[in-house]
């Protein structure tokens, strides 16, 4: 029961992780108008940050799921289940985040081409999680030309090596 556990908070983790920077990309993308007029910063500075800062933590995230996924789960199966798994937790995020940051201003409302937008990624980013998920099980050692030699003293060739 504890390994079953275990595994089921991994994963868990995993998919929250996945979550978090597609709902921190949309709530940037969305708030943008509200988060120039309450911090005061400049239409490149706010370019920066709802541009810069997504796309630096997707790189983190995405080596971060990688190497947890690869340690964690390795070649199990039940890693997929996460493509799946990340929309609760997004929707968690977001729903949390409107929660302590309720729109008071009704100039602060997102543009309606945001819901299309957030609608097809919904559709896109599984396939994402998927190819990350995918991608643990790919060698990536680099091979040299030379022959290895195996635990047995065989080479690859089958030969033994003396």
């Known amino acids: 029961m504890k390994k079953f556990t275990l595994g089921f908070l991994r994963l868990n983790l995993a998919s929250a992780l ?5 709902t921190i990309y949309f709530e940037l993308g969305a708030n943008y108008y509200r988060i120039e007029r309450l911090t005061g910063w400049s239409r ?3 370019s920066l940050i709802t541009e810069g800062f997504p796309a630096a933590l997707w790189l983190a995230v995405t080596v971060l799921a990688y190497v947890w996924t690869r340690r964690k789960f390795g070649k199990k199966r039940s890693r997929y289940i996460s493509a799946l798994l990340w929309l609760p937790y997004s929707a968690l995020f977001f729903y949390v985040f409107a929660s302590f940051f309720p729109i008071a201003d009704p100039g602060d409302k997102p543009n ?19 190819i990350v998920n995918a991608l643990v099980l790919v060698d990536w050692r680099v091979q040299s030309g030379e022959t290895e030699e195996f635990k047995d003293g065989r080479t690859e060739s089958g030969g033994r090596q003396d």
Do not use: C, E, N
């Open 44 to 46: 490149s500075q706010m």
């Open 112 to 130: 309606p081409a945001i819901g299309l937008m957030l609608l097809g990624a919904m559709f896109a980013y599984p396939v994402y999680v998927l």
């Open 18 to 22: 996945y979550a978090l920077p597609f």
